[in-house]
């Protein structure tokens, strides 16, 4: 999967889902999950787990646990599968991480702000690690990532 066909997820990537137990908060960007997806995996959807690390956000199974379980439509929370099917489903893939966000999100670099660089920092090393410097592979791509995501943006409008 590529960057672009995950910007055209559409309504999984909203700022707000509206679903049964009412409007859910979403944090986190499409520009921001285009560019986590892209420094940890290269949207690569091919590569179903790698340590541990699944789908295209490369989610974790604390992650996934820590952010309620979340499943694709007609899964149970309980079955044996029901982890690597959302974290190698791009939309349950993204609301996982917009729900961990949620639970976990902080201003992790000083500015005074809770913005992307702090989302990407959080998922990469965790919410209690975040304020550490990101490794140099994954902290120049993604910069690269949003830097031209935003430029798109930008070119749009």
Request: aromatic share 10%.
């Amino acid at each position: 999967m590529t960057a672009s066909t995950l910007l055209g997820l559409g309504c999984a990537l909203l700022v707000i889902y509206c679903g049964a137990a009412g409007a859910v908060e979403k944090p986190i960007t499409e520009i921001c999950l285009t560019c986590m997806c892209e420094a940890l995996s290269g949207c690569n959807a091919t590569a179903v787990c790698v340590n541990g690390a699944c789908g295209i956000f490369r989610i974790t199974w604390d992650q996934w646990v820590d952010s309620g379980r979340l499943t694709v439509e007609g899964d149970s929370p309980m079955s044996d599968t029901a982890f690597t099917n959302c974290a190698n489903d791009p939309i349950c893939g993204a609301d996982t991480l917009q729900s961990y966000m949620v639970r976990y999100g902080q201003d992790c670099n000083g500015d005074q702000q809770e913005d992307c660089f702090d989302y990407g920092a959080i998922h990469y090393m965790g919410p209690f690690n975040c304020q550490a410097d990101m490794p140099y592979t994954y902290e120049s791509i993604f910069k690269k990532c949003l830097k031209r995501q935003q430029q798109q943006w930008k070119q749009q409008i």
